[in-house]
């Protein structure tokens, strides 16, 4: 008996040295050496900080109803640019795209690089009458208050125009004759899909045979304090985002009196096709949750590293763990959400037609058909009519080898090398997904640092910008360029 009991301590032992030996050894650490001598930017304050409050006072609001476009707003926006910053539009070539859209190259001394585009959107969405109370500030004033640039848009995303544009002012001032050439583009309709914009732009691009080295949209950010894992910021290069279908459901029925109904309606049958769904949920990939942590997993916290490293043994708890949060969950599968759903239009009316909306968001690797195809499988019913409307495909994956990817990293912990990089799948949409078509490395990053809280005001109210981080930004793009086309 004694002999089982240190038998099985001797084993325990051994796993328990495994474990730790793995947590501590099976990460390589892959951070990248923080760029030197970065490129430094004179700016004036006041001014700069000024240009980006106007910004924010055009109400350049995208609404789902298209028809609602206000295009006086996004002309004096243009018109705003012009004057703002005007060498950049006397160096650079300007090409307006379905009117709203601007394309700006400037061109490189040596046409065989291929060239970098910067992206960027000009539409926000819009506030809501019932939230406009809730706002300390008004969202189209453009108020600068205790060091922070109060508005709608203020990150998502005139950050993006104001501060690419501002860089490359001041590069032009300072002299600079870039070798590779650059674009920047800022869409007109990226909150409400980015069909006449980017997508327009890609096309463009595409027609006229161009390829770029690398192109860089909004998607990612530092996040501060929002990784449990860690307790560094760790910036978010984006490099896929997943897809997103509609499908209708649809059940055909006799209708007729509800005082003498069938055992099943039509709306019984769609809801049955819906609990079936739910409860077979699509299986769980963890690939990209793996590839995000084994970037930064070195310098993880002890116990996330011994829990990761040891899928070996631990594989089962930790996707259960995972599982759990929605927001992991999103990242580890192709997700089902039923949204919407209609039968008859009256309580004693049974359903001549009953049809339900879900929504999913496709994880690379699968399509919207191989999506309808597990779906017709799993509903299993011939009275339920599988309807596919809005489709968009998952992104293809950009490496995180290449020349862009590497001089992000390099120059985001260039800023700081407490920061960490890791590549990151995006449950959401952007505008960059148009740009596979001319790029295979298209990445998604903006240089802000967000908190739980700004990832709160995005889209909600109170959204604003310190002051102190849109000049990092603005300093950061002026680094960026000029190591990417310099
Ligand atoms: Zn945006």
Excluded: C
Excluded at 127 to 133: A, G, P
Excluded at 207 to 212: K, L, T
Excluded at 224 to 233: A, K, L, M, N, Y
Excluded at 357 to 369: A, C, D, K, Q, Y
């Amino acid at each position: 008996m004694k002999k089982l009991f240190v038998g099985i301590a001797v084993v325990l032992l051994a796993l328990i040295a495994i474990v730790v030996f793995r947590a501590n050894t099976v990460f390589e650490d892959v951070q990248l050496e923080p760029a030197k001598n970065l490129a430094q930017v004179e700016l004036d304050e006041e001014q700069v900080v000024e240009r980006m409050a106007g910004a924010l006072r055009f109400r350049t609001i995208s609404h789902d109803d298209r028809s609602n476009f206000d295009a006086d707003a996004f002309l004096a926006f243009h018109d705003y640019l012009r004057e703002s910053f005007p060498l950049v539009h006397e160096r650079a070539e300007l090409t307006l795209i379905n009117d709203y859209s601007l394309l700006f190259q400037i061109a490189g001394s040596d046409p065989s690089l291929k060239p970098v585009m910067l992206m960027g959107h000009m539409d926000v969405v819009p506030v809501d009458d019932v939230t406009l109370d809730a706002w300390t500030h008004d969202p189209f004033a453009g108020e600068v208050v205790d060091g922070e640039i109060w508005g709608r848009g203020a990150i998502d995303n005139k950050l993006s125009v104001m501060s690419f544009l501002e860089a490359m002012e001041a590069l032009i001032r300072d002299g600079f004759e870039p070798e590779r050439s650059l674009f920047l583009s800022f869409g007109h309709d990226e909150e409400v899909g980015g069909r006449d914009g980017a997508r327009a732009v890609a096309q463009h691009l595409k027609e006229q045979g161009i390829e770029f080295e690398f192109v860089v949209d909004e998607g990612g950010v530092i996040l501060d304090g929002v990784i449990q894992s860690v307790d560094r910021p760790v910036a978010l290069i984006g490099v896929a985002e997943k897809g997103y279908l509609n499908l209708r459901l649809r059940v055909n029925a006799p209708g007729g009196h509800s005082s003498a109904p069938p055992p099943q309606s039509g709306l019984g049958i769609i809801s049955r096709a819906i609990v079936k769904l739910e409860d077979n949920p699509f299986p769980e990939e963890l690939t990209h949750i793996k590839n995000t942590f084994a970037a930064y997993a070195p310098h993880a916290l002890f116990t996330h590293r011994l829990a990761i490293g040891n899928t070996w043994l631990l594989g089962p708890v930790i996707k259960a763990t995972l599982l759990s949060d929605p927001a992991m969950a999103a990242s580890m599968r192709t997700t089902t959400a039923a949204t919407m759903a209609s039968g008859s239009s009256k309580s004693n009316i049974l359903p001549t037609r009953a049809e339900a909306v879900v929504n999913f968001r496709i994880l690379p690797g699968e399509t919207s058909e191989s999506v309808r195809e597990r779906v017709v499988e799993i509903i299993d019913d011939e009275r339920v009519e599988v309807i596919m409307e809005t489709n968009v495909n998952p992104s293809p994956v950009s490496p995180t080898d290449s020349m862009g990817y590497q001089l992000l990293a390099q120059t985001i912990r260039g800023f700081d090398d407490n920061i960490l990089v890791a590549p990151n799948l995006l449950s959401g949409g952007t505008d960059a997904r148009y740009f596979h078509a001319v790029s295979p490395n298209v990445y998604r990053f903006i240089m802000v640092r967000a908190t739980n809280e700004t990832r709160k005001i995005v889209h909600g109210i109170d959204e604003r910008i310190a002051v102190e981080d849109y000049l990092t930004a603005i300093r950061f793009y002026y680094a960026l360029i000029r190591r990417a086309t310099g």
